[in-house]
């Protein structure tokens, strides 16, 4: 396992959380991992602005696939129990442009605030989410999605730019489609009426239900094998 300046072994600062190979980990004393995460092979997590404790937080149980990027300067979270898809881009910061003179590597970071993927969350393959928004628990993002903005809980969105296509509505307790404002407004009204579980409520729901303590190692990849 590749040691930083000091000789120590990065990796070794999470615990109970499996790596696949070529992970680099960029500001390591500043990110979390809950247990039983596993992050895929030639992943990159990095956080470019190191002064305070913790910008990126990962929670338990989750499942990182392979070639993720993600960047957090102000910070990202990422719930309990989501799964990514290979492949997902997730930063809360890109680069500032404007001076044609410079070059854009040089002219300093624009910040958007906290990124957070709320519990228990699915983010397909290719799926990018950049700025400060929130995605709702138990969400959806379809393949090759760009997300721009806040998901509502419990939806489905797809596209460039990413909208709503899909919301849970607990009257009926089905998924719904989402074709018009009108159709919005019947799934909140029933969502009104009937309230969805907040995320300490649903997190605590999720750890009660599963019947898993830690994801698999081998979904990390690191060339390991089932028969």
Not at 80 to 102: K, N
Request: with cysteine; glycine share 10%.
């Amino acid at each position: 396992m590749p040691m930083d300046e000091t000789g120590h072994d990065p990796l070794s600062t999470f615990q109970d959380v499996a790596f696949g190979n070529n992970v680099q980990v960029i500001g390591y004393s500043h990110i979390a991992i809950g247990p039983g995460t596993v992050v895929g092979d030639n992943s990159w997590l990095n956080v470019c602005d190191r002064s305070n404790s913790r910008r990126l937080v990962i929670g338990s149980k989750v499942c990182i696939g392979r070639n993720a990027m993600i960047n957090a300067a102000d910070g990202v979270e990422i719930g309990d129990f989501c799964l990514f898809a290979p492949r997902v881009y997730i930063s809360d910061v890109d680069h500032e442009y404007e001076d044609v003179t410079l070059p854009i590597v040089t002219q300093g970071l624009r910040r958007h605030g906290i990124l957070i993927v709320e519990e228990n969350c699915w983010l397909g393959i290719n799926t990018v989410l950049s700025g400060g928004l929130s995605v709702g628990r138990g969400s959806v993002v379809a393949a090759n999605s760009v997300v721009l903005a806040d998901v509502p809980p419990f939806s489905v969105v797809a596209g460039t730019p990413a909208r709503v296509i899909k919301m849970y509505d607990p009257e009926l307790m089905e998924w719904r489609r989402i074709r018009s404002a009108e159709d919005t407004v019947m799934v909140d009204g029933a969502r009104e009426r009937h309230p969805l579980p907040d995320r300490a409520r649903y997190r605590a729901a999720l750890h009660a239900n599963s019947r898993i303590d830690r994801l698999p190692a081998v979904i990390a990849g690191r060339g390991q094998h089932l028969p």
